[in-house]
């Protein structure tokens, strides 16, 4: 059994320690919050030991692997101690929200030879990654165009948004992750954003709509389409096109009932509503392979060099809708030796 630590006992906190508690390979060994009673609520539900103390996890031999799925600006600081008691990592997205300071814990970390899995869980989402294996297989041949669509049913709390990083680093980067799951390497990007009247929104510096398109490394289009609001729910949508044929994810809802009647035709219940109902089976299937990795040896996928590089197509956005130019990817500052 693969003992794990958890840091972090709120919401994602509580996705993960369901998916390791439901995992017949592992078990929660500790819930490691600086609120106690938050730790013990989750302790209670899925087992393990609640502890305010980071030093107290790291210190118990038999503890296997860590989770991060603490705030993002601890993620760097739990990073590096983990890594250094010689823990593997499966870490919540992003690194950290400034790339100098994730360059700065590659560097820190480097030596120690790191075993480090990003928590990109949209890669484990069953019907996209069967579009992405028939893409890769052939099967519309050539890439040529990829459209992905991700839309939140509202904005998340104005506490949240505060210290978010602004939607480029804390909503798109789920897209950009999954533009180069497909794609492979991206050369330039090109960002719009508008904020559409929305006060709490404006007063976050944030916007509300944001429009990237991408350009692969073969050339490759993608187009990605945010909103921090969708009346009709949590919007999740990707089209792949090629020479040969598309491929397309639609939205999902709880059942695959049609009314049809004098009213309206083909009516379906409204689409899962946000993003812990529409990518329960991703978080499971993302625990399940940083079980599997672990245990045949292999590297992890998607690793620290994938969340490094998110954050670079992030940064590039910021730069683009705020410049209005394309920004080549080259452009952004890299520091040597900062990749995995």
Not at 22 to 31: D, I, N, R, T
Not at 55 to 78: C, F, K, N, Q
Not at 252 to 273: D, I, K, M, N
Request: charged fraction near 25%; charge should be negative.
């Amino acid at each position: 059994m693969f003992r794990v630590a958890l840091f972090g006992a709120g919401r994602i906190g509580q996705v993960h320690a369901r998916s390791v508690a439901s995992h017949e390979e592992a078990e929660l060994a500790w819930v490691c919050d600086p609120v106690l009673p938050a730790a013990q609520a989750v302790t209670d539900r899925y087992g393990g030991r609640p502890v305010a103390d980071v030093d107290r996890v790291l210190e118990d031999g038999g503890v296997d692997a860590v989770i991060i799925a603490s705030p993002t600006p601890t993620h760097v600081d739990l990073l590096t101690r983990s890594v250094r008691a010689g823990r593997p990592v499966l870490c919540e997205k992003p690194i950290d929200l400034d790339l100098a300071r994730v360059d700065r814990c590659w560097t820190d970390i480097a030596e120690y030879r790191p075993w480090v899995m990003m928590g990109f869980n949209r890669r484990f989402d069953p019907t996209f990654r069967r579009i992405r294996g028939r893409v890769a297989g052939g099967d519309i041949g050539a890439l040529r165009g990829l459209r992905i669509t991700s839309r939140d049913p509202e904005p998340p709390p104005a506490e949240y948004l505060a210290a978010s990083g602004g939607i480029f680093r804390d909503m798109t980067i789920h897209d950009f992750d999954m533009a180069r799951y497909f794609l492979g390497e991206v050369t330039e990007v090109h960002a719009f954003t508008s904020e559409d009247d929305r006060p709490e929104l404006i007063a976050a510096h944030d916007a509300h709509q944001a429009v990237v398109t991408l350009r692969g490394v073969d050339g490759a289009l993608c187009t990605v389409t945010n909103s921090r609001t969708c009346v009709s729910g949590y919007d999740q949508r990707l089209e792949a096109f090629g020479d040969t044929g598309m491929l397309e994810a639609a939205n999902q809802t709880p059942t695959s009932v049609r009314a049809h009647g004098a009213a309206v035709t083909g009516a379906a219940e409204p689409y899962l509503h946000f993003f812990l109902d529409r990518y329960r089976d991703a978080y499971v299937a993302e625990f399940d392979e940083f079980v599997r990795a672990l245990r045949e040896g292999r590297e992890a996928s998607p690793g620290f060099a994938d969340g490094r590089a998110a954050l670079v197509l992030a940064e590039a956005a910021v730069e683009s809708a705020a410049t209005g130019r394309t920004v080549p990817i080259s452009s952004v500052p890299h520091t040597e030796n900062a990749t995995a």
